[in-house]
């Protein structure tokens, strides 16, 4: 008898491993939005000083990583493809909407492939790899390590700048492409397998109780992603109309 697909059961230490993910993203965009608006002016350049792009990979590697982890978690349960893809569509539409908005606020910069068109390329790959086992380790190794060694011009273009083996970074708000990233996800991935196997207390054990605001932030991870921004520029622009500063 083939066993019945099951939906994957909530893991509360996982969903507040994310939420401290995406709490972490918000403070950082708030700083960005206040130095963006001219409201402040950090020592340190956003774009160029370690202080700021260390903690930019930190957060994105965090958040990759726990949808690896959570991708272990729905392989373990076995979550059938059409629950995958109905979650899929859902991310996928997002970094629709990512673009569109980011074509607005920044048309010579927008986001043609950031988080979440990456996560949506990257969590079907995960997905097919996910019986490969502990192969995914030098797999993830493989993808962390191609980006450094394989570089073309040719790929720097916006058709196929994704892959992420480009010469020079394309103009963009946010970029996160399939490569080295994947990597990430994947040790995610195989991290998940490995403590399913063997630690499951680890993934799946309680959680304090003053920590369970955290799950249920990361539960919502992707609403929490998407209103983040309108959320912190909407209050900042509002404020400076108000003159609050």
């Known amino acids: 008898m083939t066993p019945t697909p099951l939906s994957p059961a909530r893991f509360d230490r996982l969903d507040a491993l994310r939420a401290v993910a995406i709490v972490w993203m918000a403070i950082f965009h708030f700083c960005f939005d206040l130095n963006h608006l001219g409201l402040w002016e950090p020592r340190q350049a956003f774009t160029r000083d370690p202080f700021w792009t260390l903690q930019r990979t930190a957060i994105v590697s965090l958040f990759v990583f ?9 392989f373990d349960a076995r979550q059938s ?11 996928a539409g997002c970094a629709v909407l990512v673009s569109a908005g980011s074509a607005l606020m920044f048309p010579n910069t927008w986001i043609h492939f950031g988080v979440l068109h990456g996560m949506a390329v990257m969590l079907v790959l995960a997905r097919l790899a996910a019986p490969l086992g502990a192969w995914l380790w030098p797999l993830g190794a493989l993808a962390l390590a191609l980006p450094r060694f394989v570089q073309h011009a040719s790929l720097d273009g916006p058709g196929l700048n994704w892959l992420g083996l480009v010469t020079r970074k394309p103009p963009t708000e946010d970029y996160v492409p399939v490569l080295p990233w994947l990597g990430v996800m994947l040790w995610g991935l195989a991290a998940g397998q490995w403590l399913l196997r063997h630690r499951r207390d680890l993934l799946a054990g309680p959680l304090a109780a003053p920590l369970q ?12 992603y998407m209103l983040h921004q309108p959320v912190l520029l909407g209050a900042l622009l509002g404020g400076r109309g108000l003159g609050l500063w």
């Open 66 to 74: 726990c949808a690896g982890l959570g991708q272990a978690v729905a």
């Open 81 to 91: 493809w059409p629950r995958f893809w109905r979650r899929w569509v859902q991310v």
């Open 213 to 224: 605001p955290l799950a249920l932030l990361g539960r919502w991870s992707l609403s929490f």
